[in-house]
């Protein structure tokens, strides 16, 4: 690694600790806990725990055990952020926190039929799978919205475009069908050739943030995700800076070390460690290399009406507009996936007729 820890090995914290820490850190230490970006953060912090299964004791809970007993009255006067305070319920009890408040709040938030207000259909289906939990609601199944759901993540020329608000919706389409893991999503091959497609573009932007959902995804969709995807997953796992220090800016890293340690903990490997017993918790993203999507993009618009879908017709137009660093990330791109040529068919869009006379 290039970057090392700022703290005494021997205090060095086991797993247990280092859980503890980042559950101080995230509940305390961060941010006020009447900041929606606080539900936010904890909300994804006690997901990924319950979701991996990662033990926590019942020490390393207490810091939520005002906020937990005070649930009700939370649930009544901000019922527009019901989706963060079922889901950190849930999930606090899941863990080991004493008592069925999600019962009783699942149940309270079926019958206002809260879910109503929402537009969206991921939205949607991560309220039905937080109220189906506490059997408030059928799981996603063979549904209209599930319907939906998966009709959308099945065009997969979709996700051979430059669009992460689409890759991220993917990703997470995936996690509710799966109940994060608990059961077989049943992906379609369209579907699965969505997430691979998703991959690509991550790994040539070099968002290892995103890349390290769709590993995600793929495990919990029963695939084994590209060692060229996970190895780069590893590396900034491991040369992610944890720090306790209130002046760095909270506009952190910390949703990558989240995702980044997931991604690890689902291949049996390390994740989480490194954590300071103070709370105050900064996340410091390491650099990575340059990515090649934007020259990839910039190299194709710039050939107009001449550049065409076939990759091993292009691939000698496009490499003299990539530097080193950019033809590796190309070359990985196209050694991680049996499916770059059928990607670079949508991503080239050298057949899309657009207005015209």
């Not at 699942?106 to 289906?125: H, I, K, M, N, Y």
């Not at 690890?264 to 290399?289: C, D, I, S, T």
């Amino acid at each position: 690694m290039s970057n090392v820890i700022a703290f005494t090995p021997v205090a060095r914290p086991d797993a247990a600790q280092s859980i503890a820490g980042l559950i101080a850190g995230f509940s305390k230490a961060r941010r006020p806990v009447d900041d929606v970006f606080w539900l936010k953060e904890n909300a994804e912090l006690l997901g990924i725990l319950a979701a991996g299964g990662i033990a926590v004791s019942g020490e390393a809970l207490m810091p939520f055990e005002g906020f937990y007993d005070g649930m009700e009255e939370r649930m009544r006067f901000f019922p527009q952020y019901y989706r963060f305070l079922l889901s950190i319920v849930l999930d606090l009890e899941d863990l080991g926190m004493p008592g069925n408040r999600a019962e009783r709040l699942c149940a309270w938030a079926a019958a206002e039929g809260v879910a109503e207000a929402e537009l969206s259909d991921l939205q949607r289906a991560e309220a039905r799978r937080l109220l189906a939990r506490r059997g408030a609601a059928p799981l996603l199944g063979d549904d209209p919205l599930s319907a939906r759901l998966r009709s959308f993540i099945s065009r997969s020329a979709t996700f051979a475009m430059p669009n992460k608000k689409a890759a991220y919706e993917l990703t997470h389409i995936v996690f509710y069908l799966s109940d994060y893991g608990r059961i077989d999503p049943k992906l379609d091959d369209a579907a699965l050739t969505s997430l691979e497609f998703a991959g690509v573009l991550a790994y040539l932007d070099q968002n290892v943030d995103l890349l390290a959902e769709v590993c995600i995804a793929l495990r919990f969709a029963g695939r084994t995700p590209s060692a060229i995807w996970t190895e780069a997953v590893a590396t900034v796992n491991d040369d992610l800076i944890v720090l306790s220090d209130t002046e760095e800016p909270l506009a952190d890293a910390y949703h990558l070390y989240l995702v980044a340690g997931w991604a690890q903990h689902l291949a049996g490997q390390k994740a989480f460690a490194h954590v300071p017993p103070e709370p105050a918790l900064r996340f410091l993203a390491p650099n990575v290399q340059t990515g090649a999507l934007r020259s990839l993009s910039e190299c194709l618009f710039d050939l107009g009406p001449t550049r065409n879908a076939d990759w091993a017709q292009m691939r000698g137009h496009v490499m003299p507009y990539l530097g080193p660093d950019g033809h590796q990330v190309l070359y990985q791109a196209e050694q991680s996936t049996d499916k770059f040529d059928a990607f670079f068919e949508g991503f080239a869009r050298a057949n899309v007729i657009c207005g015209g006379k």
